[in-house]
């Protein structure tokens, strides 16, 4: 029989005692922010779980972790840590627990409803870096600038290409967007296009959170790599096409992807996602020996996107696609990051690129949903070709299980105006 | 009369009274790290300077931002505050002014000799921002990849052209460097190289770090953007071609670079620098209106890099440049990275990018000095197209004044063989 806890769980919630997902929240406006977990409709403070000696197992008694403003300290604890608090939280809120079940005070002070709290970043992010490992999205985009004869690099198939982010301007789901200003292409001789961007898109992406890390100058190696990844998070990687399409050559994207990132707030753990590991797609040519996992692993997680047109009630769906479609894993992605001895930090995010499907309704993006606007998207009463002003995006992501979800709730973000 | 400082300072020191350049160091291997500015051959440590209560005034009493392992708090309080350190500093230390010059107890805890300390990197960077602001390098490597007809891209002139460089492989001058392994281009049908860097570069940087910073969606005024820049440190951003080459399109370099980046200790500002200000280069086309400045300032700081070939006594020089050959302006950069709305913060980083003078004795990479390895360089005994194992590369740089010197001191690194 499927593990139970005590707190009443709707079948539908992201947030069964199978996931226990971390995150950084506010139980009100005044506190001081703290890690907690999310079950149901509520969230479990770690502060005060931590305060009460709940954790007594090898790897965390006595450890300030999770009385910490973000989650890094918990992060460079590595596996085994996560392994000890993920079972602890599972038996504490187990229905056949009593500790936190019969103790109406701690209970009080350490649940708190969802709707009340606000959430944070989860992590303070040193280093963000986006991958590009969603096949699909490179063949659309490179048949869409390039032509259909070399729409991928012969580099795609050999690495798994990426590009550092801007870490300054990722923002926590429901933090709205203020379109960018930049410069587009100039039509003939005049100078070039300067104003709010015309081509704003959204970016379906997930991201994983780094664990421990390595040292500058030694490389992890591939069958390592997934000690070093916490967990997942969903992405949204805001993009000013038109601010990227003037700028990126020869260093690549700028500004057309700088003035905002957002991430969910709950980062789910591979170890709650291991029941929905699943294969990765052949890889052919066959890798380097340093990208060669002994097992390659993706998982099945389920991507939509929805658009909540400005001044509409509604949204729609607008793609579904699946974390499963990425070409290079997660754990490919971290040994190449290392290979040239660069080092990663608890808290780096490695995105993983657009995740487009191979069908036109799992593209990850509105670039190839409207083939850089050569089509418009119907939205009930609505039609865009790119976001206006007022429009909010709506990333959900989940894994279905036998009668209970792994989710990652929403990441979510409004466009405002330019000033 | 030039003003003086009671330590005697050698004329060709550059650190002279007129400079007072602010960095972290360890009097001693187990002393907590603090600020300090470095004085002739000596460290003046800033937090038992402030201690002693001697910053009394408006924007640093009662102040711990001297108390700090990192210059990141001094720099979030924005240039009214610098300038009042300095001001306080040099009356401190002016050969008229007793506080100091006759309190052996103080002078003793406070005067640390420069060749006992251990100099640390003086901020914690956030973001790491590399621009391609030389004209002559733009063109040298546009020629060497693209052919003279095409060889700088029409948005070259239009935006300082940039990319996001990683913070954590950011090392302090001294600091030895792994040769990377990784990927090269393919030979035919075979597969990609996989080894040590066949091609490691220097590349002649300088950077630009940043103070107060600004707010998400709220752009920085380039007539303001210098009120941003605290001051300039020597940079060498460590570049192997041949990992470089293979993975940069389409999303810019990545792994080419971010196995290492070393900066000089010693930040210097821009009110040292201010005599040293001259005209920067005439832009045409125009700038558009947010890049065009109100007076368009460059610095007067010649740049040398020298090599010491592996198991050699001596170093040779292999390049001298200046810093005012750049195209764009550091204001102009600044103004640009936030006009997206893409928010800064204290301690950040704006490299310049490889900073190439017209003549080929200034360019300032292997890559332009032997033109893709095409010749050698003849170092003394030694011939080198790129850099080996064992090999130190040794930036300076400096203003010459009337009698006086305002020097940034050394950028050193040397390279270790790969694992």
């Given at each position: 029989m499927a593990l139970k806890s005590f707190i009443e769980v709707s079948p539908d919630s992201h947030f069964p005692i199978q996931n226990l997902p971390f995150g950084i929240f506010k139980p009100e406006p005044a506190s001081p922010p703290r890690p907690?977990?999310?079950?149901?409709?509520?969230?479990?403070?770690?502060?005060?779980?931590?305060?009460?000696?709940?954790?007594?197992?090898?790897?965390?008694s006595g450890s300030d972790c999770f009385l910490q403003p973000n989650l890094n300290k918990f992060l460079a604890l590595g596996r085994p840590a996560w392994k000890e608090a993920r079972a602890k939280l599972q038996n504490l809120l187990s229905a056949d627990e009593a500790t936190l079940r019969d103790n109406p005070s701690l209970r009080e002070k350490s649940l708190v409803p969802m709707s009340k709290v606000e959430m944070l970043l989860p992590i303070a992010i040193g280093d963000y870096t986006d991958f590009f490992s969603s096949m699909h999205h490179a063949r659309n985009c490179g048949i869409m600038f390039r032509?259909?004869?070399?729409?991928?690099?012969?580099?795609?198939?050999?690495?798994?290409?990426?590009?550092?982010?801007?870490?300054?301007?990722?923002?926590?789901?429901?933090?709205?967007?203020?379109?960018?200003?930049?410069?587009?292409?100039?039509?003939?001789?005049s100078p070039p296009y300067f104003g709010p961007s015309r081509k704003l898109d959204f970016e379906l992406e997930m991201a994983a959170?780094?664990?421990?890390?390595?040292?500058?100058?030694?490389?992890?190696?591939?069958?390592?790599?997934?000690?070093?990844?916490?967990?997942?998070?969903?992405?949204?990687?805001?993009?000013?096409?038109?601010?990227?399409?003037?700028?990126?050559?020869?260093?690549?994207?700028?500004?057309?992807?700088?003035?905002?990132?957002?991430?969910?707030?709950?980062?789910?753990?591979?170890?709650?996602?291991?029941?929905?590991?699943?294969?990765?797609?052949?890889?052919?040519?066959?890798?380097?020996?340093?990208?060669?996992?002994?097992?390659?692993?993706?998982?099945?997680?389920s991507l939509e996107v929805q658009i909540k047109p400005a001044g509409q009630e509604d949204s729609c769906v607008v793609t579904r696609s699946n974390?499963?479609?990425?070409?290079?894993?997660?754990?490919?992605?971290?040994?190449?990051?290392?290979?040239?001895?660069?080092?990663?930090?608890?808290?780096?995010?490695?995105?993983?690129?657009?995740?487009?499907?191979?069908?036109?309704?799992?593209?990850?993006?509105?670039?190839?949903?409207?083939?850089?606007?050569q089509k418009s998207l119907s939205l009930k009463g609505a039609t865009r070709k790119f976001l206006e002003d007022g429009d909010e995006v709506i990333i959900s992501g989940c894994s279905k299980g036998d009668g209970y979800n792994v989710g990652f709730g929403t990441c979510t973000g409004k466009i405002l105006p330019s000033l």
């Open positions: 907690g977990v999310a079950i149901g409709d509520y969230v479990l403070d770690l502060s005060t779980i931590s305060v009460s000696g709940i954790f007594d197992g090898p790897f965390l032509g259909p004869e070399n729409a991928i690099n012969p580099n795609w198939f050999q690495l798994p290409i990426a590009y550092h982010g801007r870490s300054s301007s990722i923002v926590v789901s429901g933090t709205e967007i203020i379109r960018p200003r930049g410069q587009g292409h100039p039509s003939g001789n959170v780094v664990g421990p890390g390595n040292e500058l100058g030694k490389p992890v190696d591939v069958n390592e790599a997934g000690d070093h990844i916490f967990g997942l998070v969903l992405m949204n990687d805001w993009s000013a096409r038109d601010i990227q399409a003037w700028e990126y050559v020869p260093l690549g994207p700028f500004l057309g992807k700088s003035f905002g990132t957002t991430i969910s707030p709950w980062i789910v753990t591979l170890d709650a996602l291991e029941p929905f590991a699943c294969n990765s797609p052949k890889q052919d040519p066959q890798p380097l020996p340093y990208l060669a996992e002994k097992t390659s692993k993706n998982y099945d997680i974390f499963n479609h990425l070409y290079w894993t997660v754990t490919q992605q971290l040994a190449h990051h290392t290979i040239n001895g660069c080092n990663l930090r608890p808290g780096d995010l490695l995105g993983t690129g657009t995740i487009s499907g191979p069908e036109p309704e799992s593209y990850g993006c509105l670039l190839e949903l409207t083939w850089n606007g």
